[in-house]
C-alpha cells in the first residue's frame, strides 16, 4: 500500500484539493496526518511567544553605524549612507536577529514535541491492539491472577482496577512503549471498552496539558486526544497510568472520573 506523501499531506493541511480517499481507509494516514497537525499547532504557538527585546532594534542599528564609521561610510554632517539601504537592511538584520535568538530552542522544542506526540500515538497503538484479536491477550477477570501474571512478566505489580459501578476488567496485555515492555489492562465500561496503560514516562513527557481541580479529587490528572482516541493520565509513584478511549465515547471527563474510581486508592506494589 502506497502513504500518502510530504506534498499530499502539505496539500490536506492547507486545504488544497486533494484525493482523501486513501485517508479515510488509512490508519496510518491518519495517525501521521494527527501528528503533522499537531506540531505545526505546537510551532504557530511557538513564535506568536516570540518577542523582541526592546532594546533589539538600538543595539543592532548602533552596531551598523559603528561599522559603518570603520568602512567610513558616514558623509558631511553625519547623515548615514543611504538611509533608505539602511532601512530595509535593518527590518532584514531584525528578523534575521530574532530567528537566530529563538532557532536552537526552537529546535530542540520541536525535537521533544515531536517524541511527545510519538508517545501518544504508541498510547494509541496499544489500545487498538488491545481492541483486536492477538496471542499476546490474557483473558482473565481474576485481579490476583492478572497481578501475577504482570509482575512475571514486568517485574512489579502495577496498581489494579478496581471492579463495580458497570465495569470489568477483561484482561491485560504486554506490549511496548518506546521500545520498552510495558502492560495494560483491559476495562469494559458502560460508555465503551477502555485501556489503562502504565508507563515509566510521566505525562509531561507525553505532552500531555495538566486537567483543571476538581474537588474532592486528590490527584492531578492530565490530558490529551490524538487521531480517534482520548486520553487522561495520573501518576503514581514510579509510573504513569493512562486511560484510553474512542473520542466518540469516552470524553476526557469520564477518563479522569474512571482513573479515580479505579486507582486513587491503590498504590503499586
Not at 124 to 135: D, L
Amino acid at each position: 500500500m502506497n502513504h500518502l506523501t510530504d506534498e499530499q499531506f502539505e496539500d490536506i493541511m492547507q486545504g488544497k484539493d486533494a484525493d482523501l480517499r486513501h485517508l479515510s481507509e488509512c490508519k496510518d494516514c491518519q495517525n501521521a496526518l494527527a501528528e503533522k497537525r499537531a506540531v505545526a499547532k505546537r510551532l504557530q504557538m511557538a513564535f506568536k511567544s516570540v518577542k523582541p527585546d526592546a532594546s533589539l532594534e538600538e543595539t543592532i542599528r548602533g552596531r551598523i553605524n559603528e561599522k559603518r564609521r570603520q568602512l567610513g561610510l558616514v558623509v558631511s554632517g553625519g547623515r548615514p549612507w543611504k538611509t533608505r539601504l539602511n532601512d530595509k537592511m535593518w527590518s532584514t538584520l531584525a528578523a534575521a536577529a530574532v530567528l537566530f535568538a529563538v532557532a536552537i530552542p526552537l529546535a530542540i522544542y520541536l525535537s521533544a514535541s515531536s517524541s511527545a506526540i510519538a508517545g501518544q500515538a504508541e498510547l494509541v497503538r496499544i489500545h487498538e491492539h488491545n481492541m483486536s484479536p492477538h496471542t499476546e491477550f490474557f483473558s482473565d477477570s481474576d485481579p490476583e491472577k492478572l497481578a501475577a501474571y504482570l509482575k512475571d512478566t514486568l517485574g512489579f505489580t502495577p496498581a489494579m482496577p478496581a471492579e463495580g459501578h458497570g465495569l470489568a476488567i477483561r484482561g491485560c496485555c504486554i506490549a511496548h512503549f518506546k521500545e520498552q515492555i510495558t502492560g495494560s489492562y483491559v476495562v469494559s465500561t458502560p460508555s465503551g471498552i477502555i485501556s489503562i496503560i502504565v508507563v515509566p514516562d510521566t505525562p509531561k513527557d507525553i505532552a500531555m496539558d495538566r486537567m483543571p481541580a476538581k474537588k474532592g479529587y486528590g490527584q492531578t490528572f492530565w490530558k490529551s486526544s490524538y487521531a480517534h482516541c482520548n486520553m487522561v493520565a495520573v501518576r503514581l509513584g514510579d509510573y504513569t497510568y493512562c486511560g484510553v478511549g474512542e473520542i466518540s465515547k469516552i470524553s476526557h471527563e469520564y477518563l479522569r472520573d474512571l482513573l479515580n474510581r479505579l486507582l486513587s486508592d491503590t498504590q503499586p506494589s
